[in-house]
């Protein structure tokens, strides 16, 4: 190959054009241009594409929620034209007020009354939609339905059904030789009543969340355990809830955020609609009362301070129940 290579070259073969050199600067300067914007991009771009969500959060979540506590160092009146600097006045007004506290018991009463009946229901719901049904599809969307009807109108009809005089809750209760039940004046039942209310609405949207974690279980887990002659029970304890302990632990921390923030609810169980949730405020929620505060009576301060303390209970009872539920969802492994 060499002899050969020589030869052509002596035939007369035009000689190759000179190799530019590899420190040449034109070549270089483009070379190292490009390498640098193309390491600028990798390192860079994950930043601008998560960008948007990061500003829309700062605008409105994060500083409402700063602002909020700005609010809350003042005795911030509506239309005032001064808001004189008060610091933790509001807050110790607050914790010594008897309605807030009467607010801060019907809230967790009502959450504890819809929240862990939910959980439940959901979970079973969802091991039931994960059988062999017929027209499986119609009955998942059927336990959806609830939640994309009209709140209001949902609200309205519970309203009725739980009406003291021609309720249909008391028809029955009739039917069956018991007392009729004054909903809306006695305080546990109107609870119980607000909290059948969340319940129809969010127990459906829980269980199609369970029920999609619960479809992304390996198949070869459940057979595995089949062979080794584990029961349905037993393969419900010990594989499916350990597996299911992320999305549990997420529902319980989205219905304690939304059991504790419960407004609408007891807002349209009152007769006239009003804010004082009923004649006694049997079941005033917290944020009825910091609406009341706040829009009705103005005191923007004292509302902002409610709002904060509000902020610091849910974020315990939500830590709280994630510890409990990381605890029990993990209790049945082997």
Not at 76 to 102: C, H, K, M, R
Not at 266 to 274: C, I, Q
Not at 295 to 303: C, E, M, N
């Amino acid at each position: 190959m060499t002899t050969e290579l020589t030869v052509t070259r002596g035939r007369g073969a035009e000689p190759r054009p000179p190799r530019r050199a590899d420190n040449d600067d034109s070549t270089s300067g483009k070379l190292s241009l490009r390498h640098r914007l193309a390491n600028l991009d990798v390192k860079v771009s994950p930043y601008i594409y998560i960008a948007p969500f990061f500003i829309l959060f700062a605008v409105v979540g994060l500083f409402p929620l700063l602002y909020t506590a700005y609010v809350s160092l003042f005795d911030w009146e509506l239309g005032a034209d001064e808001q004189p600097f008060v610091g933790i006045e509001n807050y110790t007004t607050l914790l010594a007020d008897s309605q807030f506290w009467n607010a801060m018991v019907n809230t967790l009463s009502i959450f504890v009354m819809s929240s862990v009946p939910q959980l439940i229901i959901a979970v079973m719901l969802a091991v039931l939609l994960n059988t062999a049904l017929r027209a499986r599809t119609g009955w998942r969307m059927g336990v959806l339905l609830p939640y994309v009807a009209s709140l209001v109108a949902l609200t309205i009809i519970f309203g009725d059904l739980f009406g003291p005089q021609y309720g249909l809750i008391n028809d029955g209760l009739e039917l069956f030789g018991l007392d009729r039940i004054d909903w809306q004046s006695e305080r546990w039942w109107s609870h119980a009543a607000i909290a059948t209310m969340v319940n129809w609405r969010w127990t459906g949207y829980n269980a199609l969340i369970v029920l999609a974690a619960m479809q992304a279980i390996p198949r070869d887990v459940y057979e595995a355990a089949w062979v080794d002659g584990a029961s349905k029970v037993r393969q419900f304890f010990s594989i499916t809830l350990p597996l299911l302990r992320p999305t549990l632990i997420f529902v319980v921390v989205t219905s304690t955020i939304g059991g504790l923030q419960i407004f609408t609810e007891p807002k349209l169980f009152a007769p006239a609609g009003s804010s004082n949730g009923g004649a006694t405020n049997q079941y005033q929620t917290v944020v009825l009362y910091m609406y009341q505060s706040g829009f009705q009576s103005f005191d923007l301060g004292y509302a902002s301070a409610m709002a904060w303390v509000l902020f610091v209970v849910i974020i315990a009872i939500a830590g709280i129940n994630f510890l409990l539920t990381r605890r029990l969802a993990s209790s049945g492994e082997a």
